[in-house]
């Protein structure tokens, strides 16, 4: 049947990427990219040390070959000339993430996410933004490397996310001054759980406010 197929093709898909089989179709994305002209950020195979949520996951695929899959596609958009994309390499924070390193002259930007999932769920807590980060990010400091959080955000339950942000704001320029930049993570729906998430605050009077202040406080 259908998933039976898919689930064959998702098992060393990383492997089979890295060998080619799928270059007509990057090609034709690292053209796009080209002719588009501009900065475009490429955060390829995201979380790639999480074997939960995502086929290109270590429970299809080895690190060897999540490594081979982005030189390989990292190469074909060089050859076909698209040096307007920059590299953004996103582990999973909570797995461990060196053996996916694929090299510093491959990777442009280090990105993660820093999600509070506060008391929403049961594995977990209303965790600090340095709870959160701290441990990895002194590993991944050693890289030299900009970095961006590329989801960033906290739920409600469990705690105060007016707090948190403000905790969090205040501590990039001190502790963490290699985060450069920061994607909210502002999802009204997120269904990577069991439940249905909501990490949206632009009806939250009081975040808003917060993160204005402390923004602008850099």
Known sequence: GIESDIAKRDKG???????????????????????????????????????????????????????????????????????????LWNPHLSYSFDEFYPGDEYVDIISFGVLNFGTSVSWSQWWTFEELLSNSYEKLKLHNKPMMISEFGSLVVGGDRSEWFKDAFAMIPEKYSQIRSIVFFHYSNEKSTDKSLNWQFADDKKVLLTIKASISSW
């Open 13 to 87: 898909s990383l492997a089979a990427i890295a060998a080619g089989e799928y270059d007509k179709y990057i090609i034709k994305w690292a053209t796009e990219c080209k002719n588009f002209n501009l900065p475009v950020l490429l955060r390829f195979a995201h979380e790639m040390n999480d074997p939960y949520h995502y086929p290109w996951g270590p429970q299809n695929n080895e690190a060897s070959d999540f490594i081979a899959a982005w030189k390989h596609v990292h190469n074909v958009f060089v050859n076909a000339g698209a040096t307007n994309v920059i590299w």
